[in-house]
C-alpha cells in the first residue's frame, strides 16, 4: 500500500505540468500587469493570439493553440512560454495598441521585443518559431501602455456618452477634443493645464471679490451701530 501511495504521488508531481496548461485569457485591464510587455517581461514569454469571436480561421485556430499549450508544457516546461488570448473586438484598448487589423494576429513577447508571426499556423511551425526561430526573425518596437491622460480620457468619454445621450453637438464637441488629444497630445496637454490655472485665478478673484464683500458688510455693520 506504501509503495502505491509512493508511486500515485511521483505521477501526481509528473503530470502536474500537464494539469496546469491553460490558455490565458488576457484584458485591458490585465495585460500589462500580466505579462509585463514593456517593463521587462519577467513573469515569461507570451505567445498571444489576437481574435475575433466570429473569425472562422480563429476558431480553426483554438485546438491548436490548446495543443501547442500542451507540447510546451509536456517537451518544454522550464522555457517560461506561455500562451494567451485577447478578443480583440471587446478589448479594443489592446487592438488599438498593437494595431490588431486582421485576425487572428499572432504576437510573441520574448526577450523583452516583440515580434509578429507570420508562417504557417499548424503545431509543427509554431512550436518551432516560439522556441528557437523568433531567434533570428524581426523585432518591433513595444508600444506603450496608455498613459494615465488615456486612461481619465476613457473614463470621461464613457461618462460624457452617458450623460449627454440625445444631444448630438456635444458628442461633437468631445469628438473635435479627441481629434486633438489624438493628433497634438501636447496641444491637449497644454489645453488642459490652461483651464487649469484659468479655473484657478478664476477662483481667486472670486474669493477675493466675496471677501471684499464681508468686509464692506462688516464695516457698514459697525457705522450703522456708531
Partial sequence: M??????????????SPLASAEVIHLTDATFEHT????????????????????CGHCKS????????????????????????????TKETEL?????IRSYPTLKYFADRKLFTYKGSRNIDALYEFVTEG???????????????????MKEFRN???????????????????????????NAA?????????????????VAMLTMGDGTKEKANGKSKKE
Fill in 35 to 54: 505579462t509585463q510587455a514593456s517593463t521587462g517581461q519577467t513573469t515569461g514569454k507570451w505567445f498571444t493570439m489576437f481574435h475575433a469571436p466570429w
Fill in 2 to 15: 506504501r509503495s502505491i501511495s509512493i508511486l500515485s504521488l511521483l505521477l501526481s508531481v509528473v503530470l
Fill in 159 to 185: 461618462w460624457f456618452f452617458e450623460m449627454t445621450k440625445g444631444h448630438d453637438q456635444l458628442k461633437y464637441l468631445l469628438e473635435d477634443f479627441e481629434h486633438i488629444l489624438s493628433y497634438r497630445k
Fill in 95 to 99: 487592438a488599438n495598441r498593437f494595431k
Fill in 134 to 152: 523568433y531567434k533570428t526573425a524581426k523585432d518591433e518596437e513595444i508600444p506603450s501602455p496608455p498613459s494615465l491622460l488615456d486612461v481619465k
Fill in 61 to 88: 485556430l483554438g485546438p491548436v493553440w490548446e495543443e501547442l499549450d500542451q507540447r510546451i508544457q509536456e517537451s518544454n516546461p522550464q522555457s517560461g512560454i506561455l500562451l494567451a488570448k485577447v478578443d480583440a
Fill in 189 to 205: 496637454v497644454v489645453l488642459v493645464g490652461m483651464g487649469v490655472v484659468l479655473g484657478f485665478f478664476i477662483g481667486m478673484i
